[in-house]
């Protein structure tokens, strides 16, 4: 043992020899523990002068499973991390949704979706961005089986007597099914308009492909979904879809992208609700103060999604 410390660790002490008459004098267990603190601590140092920025441990991705990001370098990247929709090389998909969900109250179990809101996030490899919101975009009302409580009306403005004509779930779904067919690898016409590509009740094809299939039953097949609190807005889609007779089939790679997740792990000390979070990074909330509506806040995750991305350190 005393062979060993002086050949090998001896020198971390050498700077007085009194320290080092010390050293030699704690029994071998300490003086082991104390060269290999001072091992940790130049280690650390050395770590600390790299050009790369550290980052503490965070959750990013969350429908059944973690997905982290380390701490200390991108050469150490877990297998997890390169299935997501934070890599730089996306492994297949060409586009993401971005979702938010008004509810008639906070749990999944219980409540009702009221309104459903998507816009499509696009990946373009060839540009810095690398994502870019596209051109179109889903939002429909919901009729709900009972009233809002009075906290979630006065968040979304959506009265029980508002939504009476409304379509019921089972027709929405189908529509958002629709939606999503139409995004899975079609890309938009040069110069065409959002509004020109907002689906619209019953315009697509989806509707008959799931009567076709009734007895084998409907599936939702979800490209990679962002969304802010996106446990909340997960639980109520899964719940809501399955209630109306479909099977959710989430994406293999990046089933789901938390921008709150994202938000705090850049900015500890800043509030992460989506309004503060988008003002945080200069992100336009005109009219968010009055109600929230499903379809704007779908477009506000999605523009702090890329205000995220672009200071996300894991870019290359």
Not at 126 to 140: D, K, N, Y
Not at 143 to 152: C, D, F, N, T
Not at 154 to 171: I, N, T, W, Y
Not at 287 to 309: K, M, N, S, V
Request: with cysteine; aromatic share 8%.
């Amino acid at each position: 043992m005393d062979s060993l410390f002086s050949r090998g660790r001896k020198r971390v002490f050498s700077a007085a020899s009194t320290r080092n008459d010390v050293v030699l004098s704690l029994p071998p267990s300490w003086r082991d523990a104390l060269v290999e603190g001072e091992r940790r601590r130049q280690k650390k140092s050395l770590d600390s002068s790299e050009e790369r920025p550290s980052a503490p441990e965070v959750c990013l991705v969350c429908h059944g499973f973690r997905h982290v990001r380390p701490a200390e370098s991108p050469r150490i990247e877990p297998a997890l991390l390169r299935r997501t929709i934070l890599h730089p090389s996306p492994p297949a998909f060409m586009s993401a949704i971005c979702v938010d969900l008004e509810t008639t109250g906070f749990s999944a179990q219980r409540d009702d979706i009221v309104s459903i809101g998507a816009v499509e996030l696009r990946w373009d490899g060839t540009t810095l961005q690398q994502w870019v919101l596209g051109a179109r975009s889903f939002f429909r009302t919901v009729r709900p089986s009972k009233p809002s409580s009075h906290q979630a009306e006065a968040v979304h403005g959506l009265s029980f007597e508002m939504l009476r004509d409304a379509p019921p779930l089972e027709d929405v779904i189908s529509d958002f099914a629709a939606f999503l067919i139409q995004l899975d690898g079609n890309l938009p016409q040069s110069g065409q308009t959002e509004e020109n590509h907002r689906a619209k009740p019953g315009d697509l094809s989806a509707k008959k492909r799931c009567t076709a299939a009734t007895t084998a039953g409907c599936v939702l097949t979800l490209p990679p979904v962002i969304a802010h609190n996106a446990n909340f807005d997960a639980s109520f889609l899964q719940r809501a879809v399955s209630g109306a007779g479909w099977r959710v089939v989430w994406d293999e790679y990046a089933p789901l992208t938390c921008t709150q997740s994202m938000f705090r792990a850049l900015y500890s000390h800043q509030a992460a609700d989506l309004s503060r979070a988008c003002q945080f990074c200069g992100v336009d909330t005109s009219g968010r103060d009055e109600r929230h509506d499903a379809l704007h806040d779908a477009q506000l995750c999605g523009r702090l999604f890329l205000r995220l991305a672009e200071k996300w350190p894991f870019r290359r």
